[in-house]
């Protein structure tokens, strides 16, 4: 069995399943957020629920449209605390106390290996970094889900990606994901599991391999994972006490297809509007001025790659007109940040920094774009008017293509700068 | 019976053109379907009838979780959505919230906007009356057409509770 057919056969009680096959299976963490929990409360009480499965399985994160950015979305995070006091959820991420959830729910120690977790958010498979099988549902299957603690799915077939060679600098994981994704396009791994390995993988930190299983969902996806090593371990230790067991997939394990990647090659990867699939190498980029740089998201603000971006900015500024803004993808992140002199760094720069969010990366708030304006983010998606007026574009890149770029005002190569 | 005119789309229509995030505090029909695909056709409401049917390629609902994309189609008056293939999250919500959706490729290849389409659900039988052409789709899986003929996971969820309570008796 393959790493995700395991992990379903521990969740429904059977010694093995396989892939294609229709399973009901319980669940370890469901979780969602202030944009996704109002109507799945909505379902919650159509369904004559009367209380959670367990109120410490379920997470709510306030991250997509906070701090509210109007009364409508103020409402729905009060529906979303209303419902975490009623039924006493324990993993409630209160504005202050939060950050994006799919970095705060596994810094929370809410994530260990061999976990079956669904997360009303489509980025819930960042969580198979940590040897989990992690998928992205509706509110109707989270609300359903709170309520029996399973659901139903189909076993996906997996496609291996293998990457081998020897990573250069200012190479990095977000680079590694594009590339690929740009190699299988949008749909290519549609209703599969991504399992990703080799040496490059082993080397690479949490923070890049978060960033990988993250961007799964762009090639259609149902989830990224990567096999627990000591680093996962080490992730964990004083997080949490919770017993798990890492699988890894068997010898003989059935793929829909094993694909090699040699990165040795690979330079810094720059998606063009409006797919995270349509993929140039940046020395095949021409100067394309950009009006507003973003570092941030689920994908993209960790403190790995906040300390990327910063070393490109020390003691210079930003290119005049540009807005460079920068999110902290948690509170925690924030102040390491404050410690580290980051925040010096990008606000002498030219920066400004906002409070862990969502915000630009849904075209929510805290930075949307303006008519025809082009905009180059470290985030997960550009679509045609996700970040704001339907004619801006948005160009996908790693944080320290982000920082290079603010400086020059145009897409750049930070081997350059 | 369905019956209705086509709308035809491409491939990889993403949640975002069909309700983007900013109408996405809400999440009732009445509210979302008056901007449904709004930033992939700006006429689709003003043209849209009670019972048409959207046609489109591959990767139909790509994107975000966002629950709010079907119910912003279903409240527009669609009666189903026939693609060549679905992004798994939408697939689940759709028929979660009781939208009917196909696959399939040749019927889908072969319809043209504005064309007229019968379809029986409980036959899996496309009719394209303007191209006099039928087709046929393979049926779901047990478990899913069980949530189908429910009309959607909230009775199949009532059910699946009641079960549970009678096996902790």
């Known amino acids: 069995m393959t790493i995700s057919e395991k992990i379903f056969a521990a969740h429904c009680g059977r010694d093995s399943v396989k892939a294609g096959e229709l399973v009901y299976a319980n669940l370890d963490l469901v979780m969602g957020t202030d944009v996704t929990v109002p109507l799945s409360v909505s379902v919650f009480n159509q369904i004559g629920a009367e209380k959670v499965f367990d109120n410490k399985k379920i997470a709510l994160v306030n991250d997509h449209f906070v701090p509210a950015k109007d009364i409508q979305a103020a409402g729905l995070s009060k529906t979303m605390r209303e419902f975490a006091i009623k039924y006493d959820i324990q993993n409630y991420f209160e504005v202050g106390r939060s950050g994006i959830c799919h970095c ?133 230790e004083g997080k949490t006490n919770r017993k798990f067991t890492s699988y890894s997939s068997d010898a003989d394990a059935k793929f829909l297809d094993v694909i090699e990647i040699d990165v040795t090659n690979l330079e810094p990867q720059i998606a063009f509007p409006y797919l995270p699939s349509n993929v140039k190498p940046i020395s095949e980029v021409e100067q394309i001025k950009v009006d507003q740089v973003v570092i941030g998201s689920c994908t993209n603000g960790r403190m790995e790659d906040f300390r990327a971006a910063a070393k490109i900015l020390e003691g210079k500024e930003i290119a005049p007109y540009v807005r460079l803004i920068v999110i902290p993808a948690t509170q925690e992140i924030y102040l390491q940040m404050m410690f580290e002199g980051l925040l010096n760094t990008f606000i002498h720069a030219g920066g400004t920094i906002s409070p862990p969010t969502c915000g630009p990366c849904i075209g929510g708030h805290m930075g949307i774009l303006g008519e025809n304006e082009v905009g180059l983010y470290t985030t997960n998606r550009n679509f045609k008017g996700r970040n704001g007026h339907l004619s801006s574009k948005v160009f996908l890149c790693s944080p320290v293509v982000a920082s290079a770029s603010a400086l020059k005002g145009f897409i750049t190569d930070p081997r350059e700068v | 019976m369905i019956k209705g005119n086509v709308h035809k789309y491409g491939d990889n229509i993403d949640t975002d053109v069909i309700i983007p995030a900013r109408y996405c505090t809400a999440f009732t029909e009445k509210e979302l379907a008056p901007h449904a695909l709004e930033d992939l056709d700006a006429n689709f409401v003003k043209n849209v009838r009670k019972g ?107 059910r699946r509770i009641e079960q549970k309570k009678l096996q902790q008796v």
């Open chain 1, 104 to 236: 705060i729910v596994p810094d929370s120690g809410l994530v260990v290996p061999g976990d079956l977790i669904i997360g009303a958010d489509s980025h819930t498979c960042t969580y198979g970094a940590l040897g989990a099988f992690a998928t992205g549902v509706g509110s109707t299957d989270m609300a359903t889900s709170w309520a029996l603690g399973e659901n139903w799915f189909k076993v996906p077939p997996t496609i291996k990606i293998i990457y081998k060679g020897t990573l250069q600098p200012f190479v990095s994981g977000k680079d590694i994901i594009l590339h690929t994704i740009g190699k299988l396009g949008v749909e290519g791994a549609l209703y599969c599991a991504l399992e990703f390995e080799g040496d490059i993988i082993d080397e690479l930190s949490l923070a890049d391999r978060f960033t990988i299983c993250n961007m799964a969902i762009e090639a259609g996806a149902k989830s990224g994972i990567i096999k627990a090593d000591k680093k996962v371990l080490d992730f964990l």
């Open chain 2, 52 to 158: 048409d049917i959207i046609v489109a390629g591959r990767n139909f609902g790509c994107g975000s979780s966002r629950e709010n994309a079907p119910i912003a189609i279903k409240g527009a008056g669609v009666s189903c959505v026939v693609a060549k293939s679905f992004a798994r999250i939408f697939y689940r919500n759709s028929i979660n919230i009781g939208l009917p959706i196909l696959e399939i490729d040749a019927a889908v290849d072969e319809a043209e906007n504005g064309d007229e389409l019968e379809i029986d659900l409980t036959k899996g039988n496309i009719k394209n009356i303007s191209k006099n052409k039928t087709y046929h789709v393979p049926p779901f899986p047990e478990m899913i057409q069980e949530i189908i003929n429910l009309g959607g996971m909230v009775e199949f969820a009532k």
